[in-house]
């Protein structure tokens, strides 16, 4: 194994992650008033610009040779499992962000107006249970197409 390749499997990751990781760090570091969110911002733009030069002036590759890349080309143009699995992690993920801001908005809306009058319990509980309905929705679509991907 070449330097090269070392650094390409290592190092480059490593510097990816870290210039991902500074506008967490900056806005941790610093108080969140007006300006130090838009110089976290700036922070977040540039790493990522940096990352995508990265991308495009380094690419990834030249570990495989040319007969198990032709391989390997032979079997993802066969099966599209991959993207099968893709669309249902997708399918749950999100499905899941979007339950979690329903239920974290119907939620405290729901214990107030119990809090007032406690004959809105029914009410209340069918409303947060509309917000879980699309996480579980989410799931079965996951299901579904993993079932056909088998």
């Known amino acids: 194994m070449s330097v090269f390749e070392i650094l390409e499997l290592i190092l480059l990751p490593l510097l990816i992650v870290a210039l991902l990781s500074l506008p967490v760090y900056a806005a941790i ?3 969140k008033d007006g300006k130090s969110m838009r110089r976290a911002m700036l922070t977040n733009l540039c790493a990522f610009g940096a990352v995508m030069l990265a991308a495009i002036v380094l690419p990834l590759g030249g570990f495989v040779s040319a007969e198990t890349a ?7 143009s066969a099966s599209s499992n991959g993207l099968g699995y893709l669309a249902a992690a997708l399918a749950v993920g999100i499905g899941s962000i979007g339950c979690g801001i329903a239920v974290g908005n119907a939620a405290p ?3 107030g107006a ?3 009058d406690p004959k809105s319990f029914a009410k209340a509980l069918i409303f947060v249970a509309l917000g879980e309905g699309v996480g579980i929705y989410g799931t079965l679509i996951a299901i579904l197409i993993i079932g056909k991907l088998g």
């Open 114 to 116: 119990l809090a007032e």
């Open 70 to 76: 032709e391989a390997a080309a032979t079997a993802a």
């Open 29 to 31: 570091k610093k108080k």
């Open 109 to 111: 809306a729901a214990i």
